[in-house]
């Protein structure tokens, strides 16, 4: 497991931008993968985006596709998740996640990520 600090999170009208950072504590960072989930009071956490170790593969979920991007400097153990047209159904906790080597097929579930930050809260305002 590697420790995993997200910052980023506030409050928003509808419509703005947020932009959300994972830093990671891995010394192979480059060879793992970084999800966000996120979770809204009463519901389960659920899939946000990811981005893969090999070649950067990218996934959405269709929420917050055209919407959401997610990057990573391999350089600095950063990722991060830029959030625009931002909508009330946005608000959550969101958290960042990381696996190891995690096969591109399984960006998506959150059962496979095996280290996982405290979580921001993002609220967006109508």
């Known amino acids: 497991q590697v420790r995993l600090v997200e910052s980023g999170g506030g409050l928003v009208q509808a419509g703005g931008s947020l932009r959300l950072s994972c830093a990671s504590s891995a010394r192979a960072f480059s060879s793992y993968a970084i999800g966000w989930f996120r979770q809204a009071p009463g519901k389960e956490r659920e899939f946000v985006a990811a981005?893969?170790?090999?070649?950067?593969?990218?996934d959405y979920a269709d929420s917050v596709k055209g919407r959401f991007t997610i990057s990573r400097d391999n350089a600095k153990n950063t990722a991060s998740l830029q959030m625009t047209n931002l909508k009330p159904e946005d608000t959550a906790v969101y958290y960042c996640?990381?696996?190891?080597?995690?096969?591109?097929?399984?960006?998506?579930?959150?059962?496979?990520?095996?280290?996982w930050g405290q979580g921001t809260q993002v609220t967006v305002s109508s």
């Open positions: 981005i893969g170790w090999i070649a950067g593969r990218t």
């Open positions: 996640a990381a696996d190891f080597r995690l096969p591109d097929s399984k960006l998506d579930q959150k059962g496979w990520y095996d280290s």
